[in-house]
């Protein structure tokens, strides 16, 4: 009877998947926010969320540990410097995966994979967007009677 494995293969060995998920993650631990496609994006999910539980516990073993996994120095010290500081409350659900528009050459379904803690909430005022067509139109008769009527 076939039994079903709880990873996705992506198309890979297992030797060229595991270094695919450590490069995405040191990514991800580094940059703060990756965009990939969707398969690799919860993937890498996985291996971040017990990488990040790990951290937490601020030990050298878990240094050496996580060190087995992302053989980046670089990545090692932003994670247990900044990343465990940010969320050291939080108990799990450190990333957030928001689906994109497939991918332009091979419609692949392309993912944004995030550190929670790490996103820039949205301006409330609206950039540039359109005017009125009363204020870009010049000779309209809305833009006339408002030049006309003197502003106390």
Same mark, same amino acid.
Request: aromatic residues 4%; positive net charge.
């Given at each position: 009877?076939?039994?079903?494995?709880?990873?996705?293969? @992506?198309?890979?060995?297992?030797?060229?998947?595991?270094?695919?998920? !450590? =490069? @995405?993650?040191?990514?991800?631990?580094? /940059?703060?926010?990756?965009? *990939?496609? #969707?398969?690799?994006?919860?993937? *890498?999910?996985?291996? &971040? #969320?017990?990488?990040?539980?790990?951290?937490?516990? %601020?030990? &050298?073993?878990?240094?050496?540990?996580? $060190?087995?996994?992302?053989?980046?120095?670089?990545?090692?010290?932003?994670? $247990? #410097?900044?990343?465990? %500081?940010?969320? %050291? @409350?939080? =108990?799990?659900? /450190?990333?957030?995966?928001?689906?994109?528009?497939?991918? /332009?050459?091979?419609?692949?379904?392309?993912?944004?994979? #995030?550190?929670?803690?790490? *996103?820039?909430?949205?301006? !409330? *005022?609206?950039?540039?967007?359109?005017?009125?067509?009363?204020?870009?139109?010049?000779? !309209?008769?809305?833009?006339?009677?408002? !030049?006309?009527?003197?502003?106390?």
């Amino acid at each position: 009877m076939r039994k079903v494995k709880p990873a996705r293969k @992506l198309g890979r060995t297992a030797a060229h998947r595991k270094a695919t998920l !450590s =490069n @995405l993650s040191t990514q991800l631990l580094v /940059y703060k926010r990756i965009e *990939t496609t #969707e398969a690799k994006a919860k993937e *890498t999910r996985r291996v &971040v #969320e017990k990488i990040i539980t790990k951290a937490r516990k %601020g030990t &050298v073993h878990a240094q050496r540990e996580i $060190f087995k996994d992302i053989r980046d120095k670089q990545a090692i010290r932003i994670l $247990f #410097e900044e990343i465990v %500081g940010k969320v %050291g @409350l939080r =108990n799990g659900g /450190y990333t957030r995966v928001i689906k994109l528009a497939p991918r /332009y050459g091979d419609a692949a379904k392309m993912a944004v994979l #995030e550190l929670v803690d790490y *996103t820039e909430a949205p301006s !409330s *005022t609206p950039k540039s967007g359109k005017q009125d067509r009363a204020k870009r139109v010049r000779g !309209s008769r809305k833009n006339a009677e408002a !030049s006309a009527t003197p502003s106390a």
